[in-house]
């Protein structure tokens, strides 16, 4: 056991995938973009936040920061809180638990609203001091808080602009842009998926499932997410 590990978070996977088609394209998520998210900031040391719904902590540990703080965000909140105490926080991708997501994409709107929030809350106010040399600073920390702002953030914003920009300044060439973006991504998302689907460890689904509604996932993250 290592005394530097404050915390653990599990691997959590949709059992609802069947439901609908929000519950299935969140299902390629999870397993994609998160599970395998994760094992690779793990393993780079920037590892942000255990899941709420499947994580362990050291009790001396939680201890020492108090608990929870009471507000939204309360899984990242803590894991940052436990990170600037010097403890390290890890992914454990064989520690599988499943989940119900959101199945109408009402649902799904309203939990990323609220996760959105969460990241504004507490990465971007009340956590902002891992930006500046202090006692809190750390390099692994401070890069873990840019990385996200910057994907979650950033990224999006430029995505508008992108997009006005291709409406306003290429209009002509508009619906050849937007056919070979969704060509392209559709096939990385394969390429991903596939290679992941050799080192995935949550057993309980048939892979040729999800293999129809990749090509969807483009429009999920590109438009919806």
């Known amino acids: ?5 404050g915390g653990v978070g599990g691997n959590v996977m949709v059992r609802n995938y069947k439901k609908s088609l929000a519950a299935t394209l969140q299902a ?4 994609d973009t998160i599970s395998i998210g994760r094992v690779v ?12 719904a499947f994580g362990a902590f050291r009790a001396d540990a939680i201890s020492q920061i108090q608990g929870w703080d009471i507000g939204p965000g309360l899984d990242g909140d803590i894991s940052v809180k436990i990170r600037k105490m010097g403890y390290k926080v890890k992914f454990a991708s064989d520690a599988v638990c499943l989940t119900n997501a959101p199945d109408t994409f009402r649902k799904l709107a309203k939990q990323r609203l609220r996760w959105d929030k969460s990241l504004i809350r507490f990465r971007v106010r009340k956590h902002r001091d891992v930006f500046y040399p202090s006692q809190h600073f750390n390099f ?8 996200n702002i910057t994907y979650n953030i950033v990224l999006n914003v430029k995505w508008y602009i992108y997009f006005i920009d291709m409406v306003f300044n290429f209009p002509h ?3 050849f842009i937007l056919t070979m973006n969704f060509f392209l991504y559709t096939c990385t998302n394969y390429f991903k998926f596939l290679v992941f689907s050799l080192y995935r460890t949550e057993k309980n689904t ?3 499932y999800f293999l129809p509604y990749i090509p969807l996932m483009v429009i999920y993250f590109g438009y919806i997410i």
């Not at 056991?1 to 590990?5: P, R, V």
């Not at 390629?28 to 397993?31: D, H, L, T």
């Not at 900031?41 to 709420?52: A, K, M, P």
């Open 28 to 31: 390629i998520e999870y397993y």
């Open 173 to 175: 060439e508009l619906s």
């Open 140 to 147: 692994s920390s401070f890069f873990s808080f840019l990385e």
């Open 1 to 5: 056991m290592d005394s530097k590990i």
């Open 41 to 52: 900031v793990s393993q780079l040391g920037i590892y942000r936040i255990i899941s709420g």
């Open 206 to 208: 048939s892979i040729s």
